[in-house]
């Protein structure tokens, strides 16, 4: 019988997600499917309960569910408590165990241009303290690496999001003035905030002009592929990075919980690549 996936969120239309899982499905020959479900906000419980009840293997979550969907599960992995958001469901045999892999994804993207190693003794600032700073917050925290700053315009939110964490890490929080002065210190620099997205892609989040080269820039957003912030810094001779690792990754790791097998990642990048145009 072919299996089932998805992912539920609201909207949902304009998922990648359904492109980039069939397509391994078909390539490494399972048999299996991977449909989009717009899930309503108020419908949250009755899906996961649905997922149980027809047999659904796995679900990624999407916004603005990732939240909502945990009070349904019957086990949630420590690094997704503590970010408070999960993005990936598996069916264990009925018993449903969720995940967060949007950190983890976004580190393994980065991975590409730094190790683990070397990130934990790296000096990381993260722009922003939304849902996307405190996923790779969280993770970079939770695999060791020591110093994370926080630059943001509100203060309360990167404050938050330093107290929450339950692992070991240096932070500080800095307004922008003081970020823009201190940028030269910084071996990782990581926008997750939404300025500089498509339609808006004249601005950017700070100024980068103190940016030494050799330093790693990196970006959520992959619309457009170079954001002004990672233009800027490459200008600086900065290495740059944009977002369509982390959703790749994101979606690797997912794949991975539920097949076993950890798929062709540059197979999947052409894919999204292609799809965004
Ligand atoms: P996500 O969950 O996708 O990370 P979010 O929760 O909307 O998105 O978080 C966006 C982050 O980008 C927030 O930290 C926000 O700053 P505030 O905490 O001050 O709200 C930041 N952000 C969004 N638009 C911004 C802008 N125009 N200038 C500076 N920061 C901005």
Known sequence: MEKVYGVMGNPISHSMSPFMHNDLFDYYKLKARYHAFHVKNGDVGTAIKGMKALGILGMNVTIPHKLAVMEYLDEIEEVAVNIGAVNT????????????????GYIRALNELISTEELQNANVLLIGAGGAARAIYISLSALGVKNIDIVNRTRENAEAIIKDCRYVVNSSHLSIPEAEEKMDRYNVVI???SVGMHPHTEEIPLSVKKITPETIVSDVIYNPFQTRFLQESSQLGAIIQNGIGMFVYQGALAFEKWTGIFPDTKRMEKLVAHILG
């Open 89 to 104: 469901i598996v069916n264990d045999n009925g018993k449903l165990v969720g995940y967060n892999t949007d950190g983890y």
């Open 191 to 193: 926008n997750t905030t």
